[in-house]
């Protein structure tokens, strides 16, 4: 994350808005441009969001959740390229389980679209200084995710393990059947990297094989 202490002003914060409406991303352009950030890049889709993102290497990425390619897979990707780039998620779900995929997927914040986006602005400059933008209705459910140790397993005796936020994306995929190549083009890896990872998490259960390692992952709530 960035260290507040060596915050650039805003007007050098370099913005990129993901968001599938043309109307969204104009009100959003304008409302950040008042503020005094600076947007270098607007799209449309996860793809081009990813692309515009490697390209540009903006400080702070605002992606809608539901973009075309998937907003989850976006903010996976850029996170994982770009760890010094702030991705925050614009949704309209305030179900817990899309706020803790995003939170997987390494976000720094969690907006929600029907709440009082005047006061975006403020919620990135406090992600810019380190803070995490959640809205206090799911505050309860992050608390609950901290206290199950970030969702740790037994896997048999008295050794559990636990997943990082990109292992757990590949597990809500896999847990949802997608095959390696569907996972691959919805995070846009290779095939290889998918099953490396899927191979790491096979070995922290003691699966094995993987059909052994989907009933573990099936019973994981």
């Known amino acids: 994350m960035t260290d507040p202490k060596q915050s650039p002003g805003l007007g050098e914060v370099r913005v990129l808005i993901a968001d599938e409406r043309r109307d969204a991303r104009e009100g959003l352009r304008s409302l950040l441009k008042e503020s005094g950030f600076n947007v270098v890049s607007e799209v449309g889709d996860a793809e081009s969001a ?8 903006p400080q702070l990425c605002l992606l809608d959740m539901s973009l075309a390619g998937g907003g989850i897979a976006a903010a996976w990707r850029i996170s994982s390229s770009l760890p010094e780039t702030e991705v925050v998620m614009l949704s309209g ?5 899309d706020f803790l995929a995003a939170l997987r997927a390494g976000v720094s914040g969690y907006m929600l679209r029907n709440a009082n986006l005047q006061r975006l602005p403020m919620a990135l400059k406090g992600v810019l200084s380190g803070e995490a933008a959640v809205p206090r ?4 459910r992050l608390l609950g995710e901290f206290r199950r140790g970030r969702r740790a397993v037994h896997s048999g005796g008295d050794d559990s393990v636990s997943f990082t936020h990109r292992e757990w994306v590949l597990i809500d995929l896999m847990k949802k059947e997608f095959t390696t190549k569907e996972i691959a083009d919805q995070l846009f890896v290779s095939t290889a990297t998918v099953r490396a990872y899927a191979d790491g998490i096979m070995r922290k259960l ?9 009933r573990v992952l099936r ?3």
């Open 50 to 57: 990813v692309e515009e993102a490697l390209d540009k290497k």
């Open 93 to 97: 779900s305030d179900e817990g389980e």
């Open 137 to 140: 209705k799911l505050v309860r």
């Open 206 to 214: 003691g699966a094995s094989d993987q059909e052994e390692m989907l």
């Open 219 to 221: 019973d994981l709530r």
